[in-house]
């Protein structure tokens, strides 16, 4: 197969700042994410894709490549992939960086800040030396997250509208705002969308491939307290930050995020704020079992029904919601979707790595609203951080593998 580079389309996109933002009530989030939308829907009619479509209210692009002549009765396989970008970090003013083969030693990222990346912590990438990576200057994401996998897709519809010769079946192609937040699907429409199957292009470094994720909630502590001058605050002051602090100290202090890994589930204090009157706690809690995930939510609660009992009722308010569960459940009646895929990386010389997602993709969601949706490889690394990267030699075999699976379907007939 001929060389699938993505790298031109990835460098023009990370430049496009898209981050969402979990505060608005806007669907998109944030209007900016319309820029890179706009573009890409552009860009898929200049290459020749058909049905393109821009919703330009809630911020999605869809777009067919059509069945080549012989191949109409396959299924219709679609790739999704995400536009925007974590609220963790800025992606504005975003400075990617090329390096030639990669010596393997730590990166300086920013030399006047001092910023680097140092191999004793990332030590992954010692096994990229001699391969070439995209880096960020230190003070921004780099948005591998997910515009490695929004390229690598159009350089997949790219490749095959140039050689029709491939014969394949209907590809749908869709790319999604807000997913960061957890709301990419919110709009998504179905049923125009139309596949029978698909792939997100959302995952870490090349051979990964994930059909298992977290469930999924999101949980707001609510601490009231009561402030006094200190001076005379004895028998009358309840302190909320204090409070709240002894409401962390219940958590398993081994099930949080530096400590688990794997199937391991935990509880994640995302983000705090407050004063001795009020203080406010955003936590996510995950867990691969169901079981043990309804077990923890649970236990958060009883954890603020204690404070209740210790400090007066409507000290401490636990508001828990899902957001999404394990698409393990779904997907294992298609689990066709995962061995087409490992088999198309061995095709390719691919070690596969089949592997749970510590967190969570569209296709969670979408696999319960009856699209199942395993997710694959992008070749990006730690994402929703100023020391993201994304390996170059890994995108464009995952561009090749996208190209593999779609032959692979052209020879199935629809179900």
């Not at 609220?87 to 910023?115: A, C, F, H, S």
Request: with cysteine.
């Amino acid at each position: 197969m001929e060389r699938l580079d993505p790298t031109e389309r990835f460098l023009r996109y990370v430049k496009v700042d898209t981050r969402s933002d979990e505060d608005s009530e806007t669907s998109p989030s944030t209007a900016k994410q319309h820029d890179l939308a706009k573009l890409l829907a552009a860009e898929l009619k200049e290459i020749g894709a058909k049905e393109v479509v821009y919703d330009k209210k809630h911020c999605y692009v869809y777009a067919t490549i059509p069945a080549t002549k012989g191949f109409e009765k396959a299924p219709t396989l679609g790739f999704i992939a995400h536009m925007d970008t974590s609220p963790e970090v800025t992606g504005t003013g975003v400075k990617p960086r090329l390096i030639k083969k990669y010596d393997g030693k730590d990166i300086v990222l920013n030399k006047k800040k001092q910023i680097v990346m140092r191999v004793e912590e990332f030590p992954e990438l010692a096994e990229l030396a001699g391969e070439s990576l995209i880096v960020t200057d230190g003070t921004t994401l780099l948005g591998a997250d997910d515009k490695a996998g929004v390229a690598e897709i159009m350089t997949m519809a790219e490749f095959l509208i140039k050689y029709p010769e491939i014969g394949h079946g209907k590809i749908r192609i869709g790319f999604t705002p807000d997913e960061e937040i957890g709301r990419g699907p919110d709009h998504f429409d179905l049923k125009l969308f139309g596949a029978d199957y698909a792939y997100t292009v959302d995952g870490g470094a090349l051979g990964e491939l994930e059909f298992e994720n977290f469930n999924a909630a999101g949980a707001k502590l609510t601490i009231n307290g009561r402030n006094t001058h200190p001076g005379s605050a004895k028998g009358k002051m309840i302190n909320s930050i204090l409070i709240a602090q002894e409401f962390q100290s219940l958590l398993p202090a081994f099930e949080n995020p530096t400590f688990t890994e794997g199937y391991e589930g935990f509880y994640h204090l995302n983000g705090i704020s407050g004063s001795v009157e009020q203080t406010v706690c955003e936590y996510i809690i995950r867990d691969h079992d169901r079981k043990l995930f309804e077990e923890k939510k649970q236990f958060f609660a009883e954890c603020a029904e204690f404070l209740n009992r210790k400090y007066g009722e409507g000290v401490a308010i636990a508001e828990i919601k899902d957001s999404y569960y394990n698409m393990r459940e779904v997907v294992e009646s298609d689990l066709h979707l995962v061995e087409t895929a490992k088999a198309s990386m061995e095709d390719l010389g691919i070690v596969p790595k089949v592997v749970p997602i510590r967190g969570g993709t569209d296709g969670a969601r979408l696999s319960f609203l009856g699209l199942p949706c395993p997710n694959l490889c992008t070749g990006g690394a730690n994402y929703h951080s100023r020391f993201e990267y994304v390996h170059v030699q890994g995108m464009e075999r995952t561009a090749q593998l996208l190209v593999r699976i779609v032959e692979a379907y052209a020879k199935r007939e629809k179900a």
